[in-house]
């Protein structure tokens, strides 16, 4: 039986492989597992029906040793603090991964944004913000989008912020909506860091993307955005799926009519031309890559053998546990880790702040340009020590990435 797997328990697995390659010192190592601060919160808001209603949240700031604390905020109802913490933690390696000024951190609120009104939503959003308003700020921690927010979200967070302050400060918050600050390209930008390094894969193993068939597990923003670009690249996409289930074509589907047939059905279901499938399926498929954009803990030592794509790339945080990996390594499976694979979304965050802080605005060119070349510069970085250090792809990202971290604490000391 495999043990079961919180996010926490692979998270802190994956810090204990990296310090034990980089033999690290164990009191750094030490340091590393925990989070430098965290914020629980009761956001307790008027309901629509005029009940009040309390969901529990919470920011779990990582680590600000090479800047600012960054990362999302997530509204899920199986929100737990164990798992933001995770997700904060693999924020501090992505952004020393890909190489962005930047430290880890990630929110979360328990509810179910689903059942939720537009209304409920922006005084869920304002109230959250507010309890965490000390902790966060453009030279202190900047929040983003993740799992079930968006750039709404954002414009309120960037207005409760502003409220207080009294004067604008669109830089407190990055994936804000184009009228208000927000960078060109930020939506799409997690899924095109995905498919740059699908490509980067691709040339290495010999194949080229407009002969690739590709399978798409999510179709939030992630996965929707990663099908939209597969497509436009002349891949073809054999199999997508949402929370309700998944659907198959071995001819391929149109992800653009996909996304209609969501918008007005509510799932990607009963698509005309389509088999459904269940989402266990769905990452069995005879594939050529595979793109988990869902949440954590798909792919684990029960399926792991079943998998029979070439490259997995992965879109989400956190979709393999640490017994997978092995599996995946073991049947030649060429892992392209979250830390690396994700990390656009993170860095065109990255370029929105640096825009912002400038009073600048840069056209989509510009934008997709500045993201091709960190991206493709990371995974250079990270396939040179996967070589050099002969270890998975995995190994190697989390190596580069704890270490940048632990040089930088080592250069900064330790205070007092
Ligand atoms: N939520 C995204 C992630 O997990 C983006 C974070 C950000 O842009 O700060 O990488």
Redesign the pocket.
Known sequence: MEKSYSALDTALEQLRIAAEKLELDPGLHEMLKYPKRTLMVSVSIKMDDGSIKTFLGCRVQHNDARGPF???I?YHPNVTLDEVTA?AM??TW?CAVVDIP?GGA?GGVCCNPKEMSKGELERLTRRYTSLILDLIGPYRD?????VYTDAQTMAWIMDTYSQFKGYSVPECV??KPLSVGGSEGRAEA?SLGVMFCVREAAKILGFKMNEARVVIQGFGSVGWNAAKIAYDWGCKIIGVSDSSGGIYCKDGLNPYKVYEHKAKTGSVLNFDGCRNITNEELLELECDVLVPAALENQITKANADKIKAKIVAEGA?GPTTPEADKVLNEKGVFLIPDILA??G??T??YFEWVQNLTREHWTLEEVKQKLERKMVKAFNDVYKTSKNEEEPMRTAALMLGVGRVAEAIKTLGLWP
């Open positions: 960054k990362g999302g997530r997700l693999w924020m992505k930047y990630k900047v929040p983003a989008p993740d990055t994936g997690t945080n994700n990390s979304g993170v065109v965050s």
